[in-house]
């Protein structure tokens, strides 16, 4: 099917059936955070990992970018390694693991103390098909801008042999973003949108991706879209999206965010969201 019939809407249905039904490399960019370990309970969907990582290969463009926002239940005592096992599993099948980035919780949840660290984060991993061929680089201001190095200051340029050349003087401006990247969740108005999805990330961070690894025109999909935070942000960003769910509730609610529908989006939040009590999700690792 011609992925114009699919081109700036929301899809309710099975992500797996949908995505097969797109023409190869039709994708410039996915942006999306699976169900992951039983830490949501999302409608008892079965979630059919790999079959989904290989269609996303076929139809993300040579240069395109998977960005993969996960972590990892804690069950009889260790971390389950969903999310290193997804990621290796993506480079087997052909991509390559272009970055691994955190996404920072500024308010995290309090958690039951349970002899560890309270978790503050979660993984993005960024995946390219080939050699990424979009990068437009957030920047920041340097903490020491303007100012006029001494002689003794050096910065390491090799790959190989250690080697180094002086750095510039004065110290310029701006400098690329690291790959730590901070939010807080769920207090900002446009974020307080999808209340009534259990785990939507922030639309910053998904702005801030979508202008990172896509141009305007792109197509963006999220295979699981939930309330529609990413095709928000890639509509407000002048990019074409796709987003996909099984829950006909949140594709609902992800219409009216993305057409900046208020009064009704308020109104379908309001709304209780029919889940089956004790079911949970799998994941095929």
């Known amino acids: 099917m011609p992925i114009q019939d699919f081109k700036n809407t929301i899809v309710n249905g099975d992500c ?19 169900p992951y370990d039983n830490l949501r309970t999302y409608k008892g969907y079965d979630f059919p990992f790999r079959p989904i990582a290989r269609e996303l290969f076929r139809t993300v463009k040579d240069g395109g970018v998977v960005v993969w926002v996960v972590s990892d239940a804690t069950i009889d005592g260790t971390e389950t390694g969903t999310s290193f096992k997804q990621a ?18 500024r308010n995290p949840i309090p958690q039951i103390y349970r002899q560890r660290y309270n978790n503050e984060f979660e993984y993005m991993f960024v995946f390219s098909k080939g050699t990424v061929s979009t ?10 801008a303007g100012l006029e190095l001494n002689g003794t200051t050096y910065k390491n340029y090799s790959k190989h042999e250690q080697r180094r ?4 003087k004065p110290v310029k401006d701006e400098k690329i973003k690291g790959n730590i990247w ?22 910053e961070l998904a702005r801030d991706h979508i202008h990172s690894w896509s141009n305007p025109g792109d197509l963006v999909l999220d295979p699981m879209c939930g309330s529609g935070t990413t095709c928000k ?3 407000q960003l002048g990019r074409n999206y796709i987003g996909i769910d099984t829950s006909a509730e949140y594709c609902e609610i992800a219409r009216l965010r993305t057409e900046g529908r208020q009064e009704e989006m308020e109104q379908q939040i309001q709304l209780p969201l029919r889940e089956t009590p004790g079911e949970l999700f799998t994941i095929e690792t």
């Open 233 to 235: 942000a890639a509509k």
């Open 165 to 168: 050349a002086k750095m510039a």
């Open 135 to 144: 990068h437009n680089p957030l920047m920041v201001p340097c903490l020491h």
């Open 182 to 203: 901070e939010y807080v969740v769920g207090k900002n108005l446009e974020d307080q949108e999808a209340k009534g999805h259990p785990a939507p990330f922030p639309c």
């Open 16 to 34: 797996l059936d949908i995505i097969r039904q797109f023409e190869n490399q039709s994708i410039d960019m996915v942006l999306t955070s699976p």
């Open 88 to 105: 290796m599993f993506f480079k087997d099948i052909g991509f390559k693991i272009h970055d691994t980035m955190i996404f920072r919780k």
